[in-house]
């Protein structure tokens, strides 16, 4: 007999026209969280929550967390989770859901610097306690009373404590390889920025250096010292770079074979796609799809329901 799934649940939320964020707010929060509930859930939004007072267990993916006031949670679109007062105890929270994604397409300067940023930001869940990141808590506890209030001009003044809360989480979620790729646009990264967003258009095509070295009016030879002065790594390597990364979410989100994925995703045979994969992942696409960590590819084990809000 085939093992049941788990059942998790999508709580879908809709964002207030003009907004980006929706404020879960007052006495409502204030309950004895996840009786009778032992399902995971996730959102189609980012979830800021911060908690006054009370103490459970916090679920992020498979990890159980010890929870207590004057702590505040990030939780990336998408990433399971569920809340549980520890027995009888009430717990006050409230709750921010952000469009993190067409907030940072509107405000950033580039496309290239709002990928940057929602992929830290998207890196993993975090709970924290405010006199770790006091910076975080004052952003989340100012932000809250904005909305509560809602004086003139409050989704602006909101947006911009917005922006700085992203910036800080980002720079939290910061890593070497992401510094590697992401450097401070220097002069000559701003001569090629163009080139990186070509490619992450065209990965799917057989692009020819030539091509990319013409389309910035450089000779070949300068172009590839320029690229690889400011990537530290040849444009192939970003190329095929590109290629793995969008390959690794696909691998998370659906359950398509790896053949399909690697010709979708530009490589021109199987083979290529796994040296490639392998190279960078350490690993082959099969293995990784099947690590705990990429947790997205968890919703694959669930039977997923929908539901509207909490």
């Not at 993190?100 to 924290?128: D, H, Y």
């Not at 917005?162 to 002069?187: G, H, K």
């Not at 990537?231 to 053949?259: F, G, Q, W």
């Amino acid at each position: 007999m085939k093992k049941k799934k788990p059942k998790i649940e999508l709580r879908y939320y809709y964002m207030p026209a003009g907004s980006p964020i929706l404020p879960l707010l007052g006495e409502r929060w204030v309950q004895n969280y996840g009786t009778g509930i032992e399902d995971l859930h996730f959102h189609n939004f980012m979830e800021i929550g911060f908690c006054y007072y009370g103490e459970g267990i916090l679920t992020l993916g498979e990890e159980k967390r010890k929870f207590t006031g004057r702590q505040f949670t990030v939780i990336p679109e998408r990433f399971p989770h569920t809340t549980n007062s520890m027995g009888n105890t009430v717990c006050k929270w409230e709750y921010l859901f952000v469009d993190v994604e067409g907030f940072l397409q509107k405000n950033c300067e580039s496309a290239v610097q709002a990928e940057k940023m929602l992929r830290r930001i998207n890196s993993g869940a975090l709970l924290m306690n405010e006199e770790e990141e006091p910076f975080i808590a004052e952003c989340i506890i100012r932000i809250m009373d904005i909305m509560r209030r809602e004086d003139e001009f409050y989704i602006q003044e909101a947006s911009g404590l917005l922006m700085a809360l992203l910036v800080r989480i980002a720079r939290l979620n910061r890593t070497p390889e992401q510094e590697m790729l992401y450097e401070e646009q220097s002069r000559s990264m701003r001569i090629i920025s163009d080139t990186l967003d070509y490619i992450s258009d065209h990965y799917r095509e057989n692009i020819k250096i030539e091509q990319l070295s013409a389309n910035c009016h450089l000779s070949e030879s300068h172009f590839r010292r320029i690229f690889s002065g400011c990537m530290h790594m040849s444009p192939v390597e970003y190329i095929n770079l590109i290629r793995v990364r969008t390959a690794c979410e696909k691998l998370k989100k659906t359950d398509r074979s790896a053949t399909d994925i690697g010709t979708e995703c530009g490589f021109a045979s199987d083979s290529a796609f796994n040296r490639n994969f392998r190279k960078l992942m350490g690993m082959s696409p099969a293995e990784w799809r099947k690590k705990g960590e990429n947790y997205e590819q968890m919703l694959l084990k669930f039977d997923i329901r929908t539901e509207e809000g909490w």
